[in-house]
């Protein structure tokens, strides 16, 4: 089991560092943490995860994407649909909650985290229900939902076709929020382009943060982006998402006095 490296310049995952290995290093948005799951979780791990998890082909590492393979919604889902992908998706209820609600729609759900990636396959598994409400009892399986276990940035960069995605969700990453480590935050300009690339005409980008000078950045970043628009004009905040539901790290966040950021941003 990878371990958490302990010095802020060590900050990525153990496999990226093997001797011998040159090939150039970006900074990661992430860090592999400890991945110990609950029973519930090792039970959805070990028996449900071959129906939601893409068998993604790896390159030099763990969670990368190999440049040969690109992702095929429809073989994958069996139709042609609109597709959203939601990157950090976390514990799932965001996503899971739109596949449950949006059968005419795929989702794809990226997270990096084991434990993360078991549990939006417990919350699958009772059809989109929150499984302390549904009382453990399963429900119907989503069958427009699919989990990547990737980097993000390589997926949007080689793994998905051109002008393939409907819309695209960055809800609450990492804010990174000391000076030193701001170069990890996911959303740049070199992301917007990536954004601009899998993104069809129309199609949203939406995001959403609890930190206001990350929401700042957010907001400059996609506003001086080639290939989109604001959709509530330049400078504009959008209101709040109705389709992301209320999360308890959200919660947080409001319950701490910080305001939440939302924003919308429309390929042209």
């Known amino acids: 089991m990878p371990e958490t490296p302990s010095r802020p310049d ?101 997270e990096v985290y084991t434990p993360g990636v078991a549990q939006v396959i417990v919350r699958a598994g009772h059809g989109g229900a929150d499984p302390a409400d549904a009382g453990g009892a399963p429900g119907r399986d989503l069958d427009n939902l699919r989990i990547m276990q990737v980097d993000a940035l390589e997926l949007l960069r080689h793994g998905l076709p051109e002008a393939s995605l409907d819309e695209l969700w960055v809800f609450f990453p990492d804010p990174w929020p000391k000076q030193r480590h701001h170069k990890r935050r996911l959303v740049s300009p070199e992301f917007a382009v990536l954004a601009a690339r899998v993104l069809r005409p129309g199609g949203r980008w939406r995001l959403a943060t609890d930190w206001a000078q990350y929401g700042e950045v957010m907001l400059k970043v996609g506003d001086a982006a080639e290939g989109f628009r604001n959709a509530h004009g330049p400078g504009g905040r959008a209101p709040r998402f109705e389709g992301r539901v209320m999360t308890s790290f959200e919660r947080k966040g409001l319950d701490a006095g910080r305001e939440i950021t939302d924003l919308e941003f429309v390929r042209v």
Request: charged share 30%; with cysteine; hydrophobic share 35%.
């Open 10 to 110: 060590e900050l990525r995952p153990p496999t990226e560092r093997r001797a011998g290995e040159n090939f150039f290093r970006r900074p990661l948005s992430y860090v592999r943490r400890t991945e110990r799951l609950t029973v519930g979780q090792q039970r959805a791990w070990d028996t449900r995860r071959h129906r939601y998890l893409v068998d993604v082909p790896r390159e030099h590492r763990e969670l990368s994407v190999h440049p040969d393979w690109s992702f095929d919604a429809a073989a994958e889902f069996g139709r042609t649909a609109p597709v959203v992908l939601e990157i950090g998706t976390g514990l799932g209820e965001c996503i899971v909650h739109a596949a449950a609600g949006h059968p005419e729609r795929d989702h794809v759900a990226v």
